[in-house]
């Protein structure tokens, strides 16, 4: 969220404003300030909408994805292994029953691989290496309940990620009105896309990055050049 506070009270302001803002309920809106500064000599001030301040929170739950104000997944890794145990709970039930491998595996994608890969791209390799083998380790119990032979184990986290990653990027590549499509430039040669130059690891960890070193390293590979096709 913005720190924005308007200079005017809202009922002196613009009418629009004042409309839009009047529609929020203070009492469940929460400011959440994200600020990497090494340096904090001045204090943010608060937002305050009509003579009420909003309460600052140290994160926040949007689209289903939680969000810490210093952009680690810990919180969102924690309410994903949360749910996913549960419902592993259900998929023993189903086991105890006899159920077929089948209806287990159909039972574990729509139930528990869904909840593990929400937004995976916004966040899976943003987080820490610890936080990763523990979602991983919920796809190897869920395989060991289902008891998949060896030669058709679960797919992994990493293999779903990068299957999805590559398919979005595709999607990007085909919509030129896509927000995303300009970080996708092409080099001379027409098989590869310009790496970014990343001065952070929480730039480097992030979709667009990834999705570009996925992107070139399938061409590279031979299943493809400026798209290339993934299905699962």
Request: positive net charge.
């Amino acid at each position: 969220m913005t720190n924005f506070k308007p200079s005017k009270p809202v009922a002196d302001g613009d009418a629009s404003t004042a409309e839009e803002l009047n529609k929020l309920n203070i009492s469940k809106t929460k400011e959440l300030i994200i600020d990497f500064r090494r340096k904090k000599k001045t204090d943010i001030q608060p937002l305050v909408i009509n003579g009420d301040e909003v309460k600052i929170t140290s994160n926040f739950r949007f689209l289903g994805v939680h969000l810490d104000n210093d952009l680690s997944w810990s919180t969102n890794t924690s309410a994903i292994l949360k749910k996913a145990h549960q419902r592993l709970y259900f998929l023993r039930v189903l086991r105890k029953n006899n159920l077929s491998r089948e209806l287990m595996v159909s039972f574990y994608r729509c139930s528990i691989e869904s909840v593990l890969t929400y937004c995976t791209g916004v966040w899976f390799w943003s987080c820490t290496a610890a936080e990763r083998k523990s979602l991983q380790r919920v796809v190897d119990t869920a395989q060991e309940i289902i008891r998949c032979p060896p030669d058709t184990p679960l797919p992994s986290l990493e293999e779903l990620y990068s299957s999805r990653c590559l398919r979005k990027a595709n999607s990007i590549l085909k919509d030129p009105t896509h927000p995303g499509h300009r970080h996708f430039k092409l080099l001379p040669s027409g098989k590869r896309y310009s790496i970014y130059s990343a001065s952070t690891n929480r730039l480097k960890n992030s979709y667009y990055p990834k999705a570009i070193k996925a992107l070139n390293s399938a061409a590279g590979n031979g299943r493809g050049s400026r798209q290339c096709t993934i299905h699962g």
